[in-house]
C-alpha cells in the first residue's frame, strides 16, 4: 500500500498524542509523556505555533507521524530542519515508509533553503542506527547534547549568582 504524507490538523491531536505515547512506550520513557491536547493545539496549530506535524497515512488510517521545526546555525547564517519525532507503528515497519518521510522532509529542508537536516537518536537504538547510516546520515559524535529541565531548571532561572 502507498503512503500519504499529508499536514496534520486540530482533528489529528487525538492520534497524534496516542503514537506520541506509543514512541514514548517503545523508548522506555511513557512517564515522561507530560503533554495534553490542548498543548498539541498550541504548539502545532497556535498563533506563535514553533513546530509543524506530518501524518503518514495508509490506506486512510495515520499510522506514523513527524513532526519537525527550524533550527538555527551562526556559523552558516541559514537556519536547519530538524526533526524531533518520527514514528512508524511497529506493525508498518519494513515497509520503507520512514525512509519515504526523511526523504520528504530532506526535500523541504532543500526547498527552503536549510543546508542541515539533523535529528537524535537514542545511543541503544540500533536499528533506527543502522538506518539513518544507510541513508547517508552520520552521528555528530564530537558534540554532547545537554538538557536542563524540571526542578534544575526552574532553580537555576530563580538563582541570582
Aim: charged share 20%; aromatic share 12%; net charge negative.
Amino acid at each position: 500500500m502507498s503512503l500519504t504524507l499529508r499536514p496534520a490538523t486540530r482533528e489529528d491531536i487525538p492520534r497524534l498524542l496516542a503514537l506520541i505515547r506509543e514512541l514514548a512506550i517503545y523508548e522506555r520513557a511513557e512517564h515522561e509523556v507530560l503533554a495534553s491536547e490542548t498543548d498539541l493545539q498550541a504548539s502545532l496549530f497556535g498563533g506563535d505555533h514553533t513546530a509543524q506535524a506530518l501524518c503518514c497515512d495508509v490506506a486512510g488510517e495515520t499510522i506514523g507521524y513527524a513532526v519537525y521545526f527550524y533550527s538555527y546555525s551562526t556559523w552558516l547564517g541559514k537556519r536547519g530542519l530538524y526533526l524531533e519525532d518520527l514514528y512508524i507503528t511497529p506493525s508498518q515497519r519494513g515497509h520503507g515508509y520512514g525512509k519515504q518521510v526523511l526523504r520528504h522532509l530532506a526535500q523541504l529542508a532543500v526547498e527552503q533553503g536549510c543546508p542541515r537536516f539533523e535529528w537524535s537518536v537514542l545511543d541503544w537504538n540500533q536499528p533506527a542506527i543502522d538506518f539513518y547510516q544507510s541513508l547517508g546520515a552520520a552521528p555528530q559524535s564530537e558534540w554532547v547534547r545537554y538538557r536542563m529541565s524540571g526542578d534544575a531548571l526552574q532553580q537555576f532561572a530563580r538563582s541570582s549568582d
